[in-house]
Nanobody, 127 residues
Framework: QVQLMESGGGLVQPGGSLRLSCATSGFTADYYALGWFRQAPGKKREAVACMGSTDGSIAYADSVKGRFTISKDNAKSTVYLQMNSLKPEDTAVYYC????????????????????RGQGTQVTVSS
């Protein structure tokens, strides 16, 4: 049984940084895309970053490119999202989610239903 659990959200001022963590367990598929998407009130769900489980692929949405970095610690089965230069428009609930797609498709918001997702963590960027 796959489980994903996010942590690390909070309140930060514009220009600040946060690091989100997604602890994972139970994956058995040979390949899957694992990444982060966000949902803000009144806005469409947006995938922001993705990492392929076996091919080393990484992809970002244009809205976060150059500011967010996805990484993983295999020993801890944890995926991270380092968020720098945060903007008020980054405010959202951030989820960790996996899907059987290529990362390039993941960040194009072509995932209609994630295979697995966590409960989300709130990120608020405000002065």
């Amino acid at each position: 049984q796959v489980q994903l659990m996010e942590s690390g959200g909070g309140l930060v001022q514009p220009g600040g940084s946060l690091r989100l963590s997604c602890a994972t367990s139970g994956f058995t598929a040979d390949y899957y895309a694992l990444g982060w998407f966000r949902q803000a009130p009144g806005k469409k769900r947006e995938a922001v970053a993705c990492m392929g489980s076996t091919d080393g692929s990484i992809a970002y949405a244009d809205s976060v490119k150059g500011r967010f970095t996805i990484s993983k610690d295999n020993a801890k089965s944890t995926v991270y999202l380092q968020m720098n230069s945060l903007k008020p428009e980054d405010t959202a609930v951030y989820y960790c989610g996996s899907a059987q797609v290529w990362c390039s498709d993941y960040v194009k918001n072509e995932v209609t239903e994630y295979d697995h997702r966590g409960q989300g963590t709130q990120v608020t960027v405000s002065s």
